[in-house]
């Protein structure tokens, strides 16, 4: 009785022992008669991507002075309208020349005093009645009575106050009668099409900065309306304390909208990836300092792929390795898996972001949390993903 109970207790070993092996190569229960993990799911999408810095800045305008005069006086005419355009050398103000008008007539006169002393000088030397020495003097004596009756009708000129370039007058700061120095404003000046963005970039993207990329801004007062602009200017030197570099660049003004001082929101694209993959932001797991997207491969079971993060737009990230396009991507149920488990995957819908919207973020897949605000970069799709 004993032999034949260990018998049977022997063979119900072995075939408990046989169940979990057929079970353990049948997937541990999971295969296609076992149970399979349901997960949400989400095709990566292939897309361009935009490489942007944003930021903020202002309008200027390409010149912009402030008019004195070269010659003190008191004003006697104002030959323009303010806000009026004018034109390159257009009289704008005339000073009184009244005194320098005496100087140049008695200029004249000395100078061609000078002129008959020379001439007979030149005689009497012909006739041996003069010295070379007197030649030579009568010559420095009328050069000289030149040169002081053109300085004298160069500042007589100079009482008519000019534009130096085509552009817009401002509000003037002097009247009729108002005496006049060289170092009185008089009115500002200032050109008008084209225009300037300026703006500043933090250092960290000095390396990303180049004369001829398009810049495309917003004009607070102007909503609704998108400019767009070339790079013309970048500093070479980085200003402190905010060690940040100057941007400049030129836009169009023709319908004369852009004006100097308007507050602008820029965005300064840096680099073009036609082919970039972009997945959902719920897809992006942290773990042990590492980035990972969960993947469903052929077999219907997941792997834990490690990725490097580019840049954010609105509830998408874009990846820069570690998935391919139109892989399936764990949205939803990722905090259950572990590699090589069996899936049932659900897909859902991940709208896409329109086209120039985003949030800002740095590069790499950091967080932008730390950054200035309008200091970080934006992925901005161009077909809306």
């Given at each position: 009785m004993i032999v034949r109970s260990s018998l049977v207790w022997l063979l119900g070993v072995v075939a408990v022992v046989g169940c979990a092996k057929a079970e353990s190569e049948d997937g541990g229960g999971g295969g296609a008669d076992g149970f399979s993990m349901p997960v949400e799911v989400v095709t990566a999408r292939v897309d361009t991507v935009v490489d942007a810095i944003t930021t903020t800045g202002q309008i200027e305008a390409v010149q912009s002075i402030l008019l004195r005069p070269d010659v003190g006086g008191r004003i006697v005419e104002i030959l323009f309208r303010e806000g009026s355009t004018v034109a390159k050398g257009e009289p704008l103000f005339k000073v009184d020349d009244a005194e320098l008008v005496a100087q140049v007539a008695r200029a004249e006169a000395d100078r061609d005093l000078a002129r008959q002393a020379l001439e007979r000088t030149g005689k009497l030397l012909a006739e041996n009645a003069s010295s070379q020495a007197d030649l030579e003097l009568a010559e420095a004596n009328y050069r000289s009575n030149e040169a002081q009756l053109q300085l004298l009708q160069i500042r007589l000129e100079r009482t008519l106050v000019r534009a130096p370039f085509r552009g817009v007058v401002g509000t003037r700061s002097v009247s009729l009668g108002d005496y006049v120095t060289t170092t009185t404003e008089m009115v500002s000046l200032q050109t008008y099409n084209p225009q300037r963005a300026?703006?500043?970039?933090?250092?960290?993207?000095?390396?990303?900065?180049?004369?001829?990329?398009?810049?495309?801004?917003?004009?607070?007062?102007?909503?609704?309306?998108?400019?767009?602009?070339?790079?013309?200017?970048?500093?070479?030197?980085?200003?402190?304390?905010?060690?940040?570099?100057?941007?400049?660049?030129?836009?169009?003004?023709?319908?004369?909208?852009?004006?100097?001082?308007?507050?602008?929101?820029?965005?300064?694209?840096?680099?073009?990836?036609?082919?970039?993959?972009?997945?959902?932001?719920?897809?992006?797991?942290?773990?042990?300092?590492?980035?990972?997207?969960w993947v469903v491969n052929d077999e219907g079971t997941v792997e834990r792929r490690e990725v490097t993060l580019g840049v954010r737009t609105r509830g998408f990230v874009e990846v820069r390795s570690g998935v391919d396009g139109n892989e399936q991507v764990v949205v939803g149920g990722q905090v259950r898996l572990a590699p090589g488990m069996p899936v049932m995957p659900i897909p859902v819908d991940r709208p896409p972001p329109q086209q120039g919207g985003g949030t800002d973020a740095a590069p790499g897949g950091q967080s932008g949390a730390d950054d200035q605000p309008g200091d970080g970069a934006e992925a901005v799709p161009d077909s809306g993903v």
């Open positions: 300026a703006f500043k970039v933090p250092e960290r993207f000095a390396e990303r900065l180049a004369a001829g990329q398009e810049v495309l801004f917003r004009v607070a007062s102007l909503p609704g309306r998108e400019f767009r602009g070339v790079v013309e200017f970048v500093d070479p030197v980085v200003s402190l304390p905010a060690r940040v570099i100057t941007v400049k660049a030129r836009v169009s003004n023709r319908d004369r909208v852009l004006r100097p001082g308007m507050f602008i929101e820029v965005r300064l694209a840096t680099d073009v990836r036609p082919s970039a993959v972009i997945v959902p932001e719920e897809a992006i797991v942290p773990l042990e300092g590492l980035v990972i997207v």
